[in-house]
């Protein structure tokens, strides 16, 4: 009886000291050391956790729920832990509520594990043993029934009174923290100041906080906030052939035709133009297609949460995802402003295909957001086995090809999106379908495995074009490619490792951003590198100025701008990268509590930018902008 009782009062000591022992190693994982400054706020929500247990849990259930919420709690920081390894970003409770997506990209997932994130379970596997231990031994523990009524009263009373001091000293220092986190917009540093418990609860406040102003607001007054905001930002410098009563520069240069979106994924921009050692060209198709049309070498990815998904929901609203979900799952019940729409209204059919699973990342809900006339999913396909998704690019293409000799044959122009999945990590492309010879110093590794997916979507963009020609629908269709985001892990293969094998500049951040763009107009000679910064937001309004879509006169409410008739732009990253991170035509900026203690790196040369003091105004901008965004996509009617 005295072992059984002593085993009951130490396990609310021993669980607290697993549990901050966990989010020590949680804090390692985020930011590479313990950073001492914040250990309080992360201590004191284990305790005002601990002590919630112990007063609202009757006696008989106690240790099973200490144990209980030791488990989900290590679950918890495990999945953050790995979240982290990929995103670079500090989970919150909405971000976690996605884990039931991780099934479609175990591959992928697989590759970030670390044997070291699995210490998050090292005291249930001791536990285990020790059990195992003691049933070997034939020895059963005696239940806590045999503790005399009176001793389990007397201890209840001077237990429940220790707690109820820890639980009001620990919410009381947790609101302190909490308000200290509200001021910060770099999530990184809010979990590092206040703890991961307490970063929590901001997020839910300021969540709760934007959703109340927001019931309150009017659709109409935030787009003109938004066009107010636009307009004091000096986008455009120059008045020559874009003044009053003038089309924008190649405005319309793509009229009436038809339109191919290819959506690539993992697609960075360095392999374009890209050579190995050993004669070998990475991406023929798309350096040809680049050097007839327009090249866009500086264009930066920008997703939230749902990353491929966010891309395609980028491309078609010019909206910025709010980072706190998904877009197709956070919006997908809106009645989305797209381009699809706008294109319907000239008669045109607007297709989409992906091989997976139209119910990964909810896109049963975002295509009829955006209002696509039809999606073709995985059982449109022959499966040929390319990778965990199923079918390959071509068999994708193969078959939107039939779809467009089928409306070209009714007389009907298209809109066709095309998102590729043959480059998606692990980057394991099967043996008969690979197309290019590595250097043996590439074989068997993972930028190697990343090059020849990548090669592989090229070639398959190749037998697409050779498709396309031989129906017919060659010349009068304008293609469009872009990056949906990056595709090599820095955990994976390193900056330096890069630079060595293929002998070009890299940056971990700026170059692993940095995704194409390219568009192609038949018959338009176009030869165009053009240099200005631009962001996932900017590709729509881009493409629709060369569809002859007039985004003004459409009343259509871009966050973005068309990068072909602007002389300045600044794009804000919040995801992968903190809240009020920016690109523009000069560097990258990352704050760090604040502008002040921010850091920034030339976008051309990649090295650190000391004086950045003039490019606060952009800061500025970009929160302002994507909070009015954030606004804009919350108020869209629900369909």
């Known amino acids: 009886m005295e072992r059984k009782k002593s085993v009951y009062k130490s396990t609310p000591a021993v669980i607290g000291v697993l549990l901050a022992l966990k989010l020590l190693l949680l804090r390692i994982f985020f930011f590479g050391e313990i950073y001492w400054s914040g250990l309080p706020g992360e201590l004191l929500s284990v305790f005002g956790l601990l002590c919630l247990a112990e007063l609202l849990t009757p006696v008989r259930a106690k240790v099973g729920v200490y144990w209980s919420l030791n488990a989900l709690l290590s679950f918890l920081l495990f999945s953050s832990a790995l979240y982290f390894a990929h995103f670079g970003t500090v989970p919150t409770y909405a971000v976690l509520s996605g884990l039931n997506q991780v099934p479609q990209v175990r591959a992928s997932v697989s590759a970030l594990l670390r044997p070291e994130q699995f210490l998050f379970f090292a005291d249930f596997v001791l536990l285990g043993g020790l059990k195992i231990v003691q049933l070997l031994r034939r020895r059963s523990p005696r239940s806590l029934d045999s503790f005399p009524t009176e001793a389990r009263q007397s201890r ?42 307490n970063y929590q609860a901001v997020a839910a406040i300021l969540s709760r906080e934007e959703d109340l102003v927001i019931a309150e607001g009017n659709i109409e007054e935030t787009r003109a906030r938004i ?43 360095f392999p374009i133009h890209l050579t190995l050692n050993n004669g070998a060209e990475v991406t023929p198709v798309l350096n040809e297609l680049a050097g007839e049309g327009v090249y866009f070498p500086h264009v930066y990815q920008q997703i939230g949460q749902g990353n491929t998904s966010d891309a395609e929901f980028m491309f078609n609203t010019s909206i910025y995802p709010t980072a706190a979900v998904a877009m197709s799952t956070g919006y997908g019940n809106r009645e989305l402003p797209s381009l699809p729409r706008m294109l319907q209204k000239r008669g045109y059919t607007a297709q989409t295909f992906h091989v997976n699973k139209v119910t990964f990342w909810d896109r049963n809900k975002l295509y009829p957001a955006l209002n696509f006339n039809q999606y073709f999913d995985k059982p449109a396909f022959e499966n040929d086995h390319f990778n965990d998704y199923g079918a390959s690019d071509e068999e994708m293409y193969r078959v939107g090809v039939e779809q467009m000799k089928d409306l070209q044959a009714r007389n009907k122009p298209f809109y066709a999106q095309f998102v590729t999945t043959s480059s998606h990590s692990p980057f394991v492309v099967p043996d008969k379908f690979k197309q290019i010879a590595l250097p043996p110093e590439l074989e068997n590794t993972n930028l190697g495995n990343y090059i020849n997916a990548i090669h592989y979507t090229d070639y398959a963009i190749g037998q697409l074009i050779d498709q396309l020609k031989e129906a017919g629908l060659w010349e009068n269709t304008m293609l469009v490619l872009y990056g949906d985001h990056f595709g090599v892990q820095p955990s994976e293969t390193s900056a330096e490792e890069i630079r060595s094998a293929l002998g070009i500049p890299y940056d971990d951040t700026i170059s692993r951003f940095n995704i194409p763009f390219i568009i192609h107009v038949p018959g338009k000679q176009l030869g165009i590198v053009a240099e200005r910064t631009g962001g996932q937001v900017d590709l729509m309004p881009t493409v629709a100025n060369m569809l002859g879509l007039s985004l003004k006169r459409e009343n259509f409410t871009a966050l973005g701008q068309d990068l072909l008739n602007i002389d300045r732009n600044v794009s804000g990253v919040r995801y992968y990268l903190p809240t009020g991170s920016f690109f523009n035509d000069e560097i990258l ?51």
């Open 156 to 197: 209840k009373w001077s237990t429940n009174t220790v707690a109820v001091v820890l639980l009001l000293v620990s919410a009381a220092a947790s609101f302190f923290y909490v308000q200290q986190g509200k001021s910060i917009d770099n999530e990184l540093v809010r979990a590092e100041k206040i703890g991961f418990l």
């Open 227 to 269: 066009a107010e905001l636009q307009s004091s930002y000096p986008y455009l410098t120059a008045s020559e052939g874009t003044g009053a009563g003038r089309d924008p520069h190649y405005f319309g240069v793509a009229e009436g035709m038809n339109l191919i979106v290819i959506q690539m994924e993992s697609f960075q921009n």
């Open 589 to 639: 900026f990352v704050p760090g509590q604040g502008f002040e203690d921010g850091e920034a790196v030339s976008i051309r040369t990649l090295e650190p930018v000391v004086d950045f003091a003039r490019y606060r105004t952009d800061y500025e901008y970009v929160l302002s902008l994507m909070k009015l965004s954030d606004e804009y996509v919350k108020l869209l009617p629900k369909r």
